[in-house]
């Protein structure tokens, strides 16, 4: 019985993806105030120790099951890069797009881990280190790039410039739960981002 009971055990890519999840499944019905990794363990059949394993604290896990499920800014922006021929207003669509689509498939559990980070400071490091710093960074690169074409002017290639449209985004899916259609994202792009990078005239 004890070896079969080890056959059926996930393992791998198998034991983690369960474990992913479980988190959504979690953070969904519970929220992340109610969210323990007891019950992630118990939700994956898994033991809680498997889970430390992998993942240190509860924020660690919370966060990487997140950029498995959707990718992380990596993953967007290698796609974008791949075109060379894209301009700065079609990279800077495609991912707003690409964010309303992430935000559209898992709108509750980001709300739920927003807003704990508001009062969490270790989860709002945790965001910021794995899926804000590098999403800044490679808005920042994007803008380097457009400033390259002469799409962008320089001193708007910066951290400050990065945050407006994923800030908008965010602001208006997660914060106050409300729908953003590609059209929307074009009229963001068009009319508040753009003019704010375009180069002198």
Request: aromatic share 6%.
């Amino acid at each position: 019985m004890t070896a079969l009971i080890a056959r059926q055990r996930k393992r791998g890519a198998e034991l983690e993806d369960a474990i992913h999840d479980a988190v959504f499944a979690e953070l969904s019905d519970v929220g992340y105030a109610g969210f323990t990794v007891e019950a992630v363990a118990a939700r994956a059949k898994t033991g809680k120790a498997s889970i430390y394993r992998r993942w240190g604290t509860k924020q660690d896990l919370v966060v990487d099951a997140f950029l498995a499920r959707f990718g992380g800014p990596d993953e967007i922006f290698d796609e974008l890069r791949s075109d060379s021929s894209a301009t700065t207003r079609g990279l800077l669509v495609r991912l707003a797009t690409r964010i309303c689509e992430v935000s559209d498939a898992a709108g509750e559990v980001m709300r739920a881990v927003a807003c704990e980070a508001t009062r969490d400071p270790d989860l709002a490091s945790a965001v910021d280190q794995k899926v804000h710093g590098p999403k800044r960074a490679a808005f920042v690169e994007l803008l380097r790039r457009g400033v390259e074409r002469g799409e962008v002017r320089p001193d708007a290639a910066c951290a400050l410039y990065a945050d407006i449209l994923p800030a908008m985004l965010t602001y208006r899916m997660v914060l106050n739960n409300q729908p953003v259609t590609e059209r929307d994202a074009v009229e963001i792009v068009d009319h508040v981002v753009l003019p704010l990078i375009a180069p002198a005239s």
